[in-house]
């Protein structure tokens, strides 16, 4: 299947700092990538969609201005968590659709473990 | 958006079939059955889907019911591996993967 990778793959921050984490469809191009969330014991929820040259579609009570998500190209996608406090500290997971297929699989990365004091 | 029912949990003996169910009583005809699995602290991992007839891959088969309002997906023989949260999710053309509760299987050697 396709791999998507991401980086870092858990991360310790302080709290009102920023924190990157990167997405990356490594063997197809992704037009359409997504960020879920899944805290402890607990779904994964989405937070938004991203299409590359475009701005980010967040779902409802997903604040934009502090998830911030660029997707400069058909590659690569980035969650910018802003002013982090520890409430932001979940597991975050990125996903890529792959558009060659019948029904638009998508793939997910192996998640990103943010963590903030 | 057409919902998925599974059980919340389930256990099996290793190197034995498993069967999962999934109910979808309410499945529009361009609905595609996804299966994904999510094994702890990893990402979530597509294992199969499928439309009308019944798939084979080399991680799982999936047996989709003719009147499509219920599926199973089957590992043939399960391994310590495959105890994971497993997910069947519709899915119609561009539609968002969207993550009910799932059934977490777990493996007893």
Redesign the interface.
Known sequence: GAVVSQHPSWVICKSGTSVKIECRSLDFQATTMFWYRQFPKQSLMLMATSNEGSKATYEQGVEKDKFLINHASLTLSTLTVTSAHPEDSSFYICSARDPSGISDTQYFGPGTRLTVL | DAKTTQPNSMESNEEEPVHLPCNHSTISGTD?I?W?R?LP??????VI?G?TSNVNNRMASLAIAEDRKSSTLILHRATLRDAAVY?CIL?R??E???????TRLTIIP
Do not use: M
Not at chain 2, 41 to 46: I, K, N
Not at chain 2, 96 to 102: A, C, H, M, R, Y
């Open positions: 595609y996804h994904y999510q602290s990893q990402g979530p991992e597509y889907h439309l997910y899915l053309g561009n968002k993967l969207t993550f009910g509760t799932g």
